[in-house]
C-alpha cells in the first residue's frame, strides 16, 4: 500500500512541495502562453482549437513542475551532510505508487485524444456555401472554384461557412493559415478537406506544413478574405477575363 506521509516533518514535506509545483505550473504556464503566441483566431473553428492548445500548455507546465520541483527539493533538503557517511536507507518498489504514474497518463492520454478528435471533427464537418479546391504540388498551390475560375490566390468571402477540397499532385502536403486554426494533410491519390468559416477581413499567408522537398519553405500562397460584394466583384471579373481569353484563343 502506498504510506501516506506520517511524521509531521513528512507533511510539511509534501505540503512545501505540493504548493511549489502549483507555484511552478502557474509561473510556466503563464511563460509558455507569452513566448508561444496563438495566433488562431480569424475563424470559426479557430476557438476549439485554441483553447485545446491552452489546455496541453497548462498541462505541460503542471507536469513539467511535478517532475522538476519534486526532483530538486529532494536533491537539495535530504543531500549528503558534511561528515555523513552512513548508508541511506535502503528500500524497494512501491507497487500502489507505480500503478498510479501508470494509470493517471493513461487515462489522460485518453482524454485529450478524445477531446482532439472532437476538435478535429467539428473542423472537418459543417456548411459549405462556397466551394473552393485547393492543389498542392512541389512547390506551390492551384485553386479553382465549381464555375471553372482558378487562380493563384484564393479569394473567399468573410462570415461564409466554406468547404475547401484538397488534392496533391505529388506527394503529401498539409495546407495551413496559421490564423485559422486547423492543418489538413493533402494526400496524393486522396481528396480531403476542410471547413472554414473565416471571420477576419484581411490578408492571410498559406503555407505547407508538412516537409515535402527541398523549397517546401516556399510553398506559400496569398489568401484573402474581403466583404462578399467584393468577393462577388472579384468572382465577376475572373469570369469575364478566363472567357475572353478562351475566346480569344
Ligand atoms: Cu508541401
Same mark, same amino acid.
Given at each position: 500500500?502506498?504510506?501516506?506521509?506520517?511524521?509531521?516533518?513528512?507533511?510539511?514535506?509534501?505540503?512545501?512541495?505540493?504548493?511549489?509545483? @502549483?507555484?511552478?505550473?502557474?509561473?510556466?504556464?503563464?511563460?509558455?502562453?507569452?513566448?508561444?503566441?496563438?495566433?488562431?483566431?480569424?475563424?470559426?473553428?479557430?476557438?476549439?482549437?485554441?483553447?485545446?492548445?491552452?489546455?496541453?500548455?497548462?498541462?505541460?507546465?503542471?507536469?513539467?513542475?511535478?517532475? *522538476?520541483?519534486?526532483?530538486?527539493?529532494?536533491?537539495? @533538503?535530504?543531500?549528503?551532510?558534511?561528515?555523513?557517511?552512513?548508508?541511506?536507507?535502503?528500500?524497494?518498489?512501491? $507497487?500502489?505508487?507505480?500503478?498510479?504514474?501508470?494509470?493517471?497518463?493513461?487515462?489522460? *492520454?485518453?482524454?485529450?485524444?478524445?477531446?482532439?478528435?472532437? $476538435?478535429?471533427? &467539428?473542423?472537418?464537418? &459543417?456548411?459549405?456555401?462556397?466551394?473552393?479546391?485547393?492543389?498542392?504540388?512541389?512547390?506551390?498551390?492551384?485553386?479553382?472554384?465549381?464555375?471553372? *475560375?482558378?487562380?493563384?490566390?484564393? @479569394?473567399?468571402?468573410?462570415?461564409?461557412?466554406?468547404?475547401? $477540397?484538397?488534392?496533391?499532385?505529388?506527394?503529401?502536403?498539409?495546407?495551413?493559415?496559421?490564423?485559422?486554426?486547423?492543418?489538413?494533410?493533402?494526400?496524393?491519390?486522396?481528396?480531403?478537406?476542410?471547413?472554414? $468559416?473565416?471571420?477576419?477581413?484581411?490578408?492571410?499567408?498559406?503555407?505547407?506544413?508538412?516537409?515535402?522537398?527541398?523549397?517546401?519553405?516556399?510553398?506559400?500562397?496569398?489568401?484573402? *478574405? @474581403?466583404?462578399?460584394?467584393?468577393?462577388?466583384?472579384?468572382?465577376?471579373?475572373?469570369?469575364?477575363?478566363?472567357?475572353?481569353?478562351?475566346?480569344?484563343?
Amino acid at each position: 500500500m502506498l504510506k501516506l506521509p506520517q511524521s509531521y516533518a513528512d507533511r510539511k514535506h509534501f505540503l512545501i512541495v505540493g504548493a511549489l509545483v @502549483v507555484i511552478g505550473t502557474i509561473v510556466l504556464g503563464f511563460f509558455l502562453l507569452a513566448i508561444l503566441p496563438i495566433k488562431a483566431q480569424a475563424s470559426v473553428q479557430a476557438e476549439p482549437i485554441r483553447w485545446l492548445f491552452q489546455l496541453h500548455i497548462w498541462l505541460i507546465a503542471f507536469l513539467f513542475s511535478l517532475v *522538476v520541483v519534486f526532483m530538486l527539493y529532494a536533491l537539495l @533538503v535530504f543531500r549528503r551532510r558534511k561528515h555523513d557517511d552512513s548508508e541511506g536507507e535502503h528500500f524497494e518498489g512501491n $507497487t500502489a505508487l507505480e500503478v498510479i504514474w501508470t494509470v493517471v497518463p493513461l487515462v489522460l *492520454v485518453v482524454i485529450f485524444s478524445f477531446i482532439g478528435v472532437q $476538435t478535429l471533427r &467539428g473542423a472537418t464537418s &459543417g456548411g459549405d456555401e462556397v466551394q473552393v479546391k485547393a492543389e498542392g504540388f512541389q512547390w506551390s498551390w492551384a485553386f479553382s472554384y465549381p464555375n471553372g *475560375v482558378t487562380s493563384a490566390e484564393m @479569394v473567399l468571402p468573410v462570415n461564409k461557412p466554406a468547404l475547401i $477540397t484538397l488534392q496533391s499532385r505529388d506527394v503529401i502536403h498539409s495546407f495551413w493559415v496559421a490564423e485559422w486554426g486547423p492543418k489538413q494533410d493533402l494526400v496524393p491519390g486522396m481528396t480531403t478537406s476542410l471547413h472554414i $468559416t473565416p471571420t477576419e477581413i484581411g490578408e492571410f499567408q498559406l503555407a505547407c506544413a508538412e516537409l515535402c522537398g527541398l523549397s517546401h519553405w516556399s510553398m506559400t500562397a496569398k489568401i484573402r *478574405v @474581403v466583404p462578399e460584394a467584393e468577393y462577388t466583384a472579384w468572382m465577376e471579373e475572373m469570369l469575364a477575363a478566363q472567357n475572353t481569353q478562351t475566346a480569344s484563343r
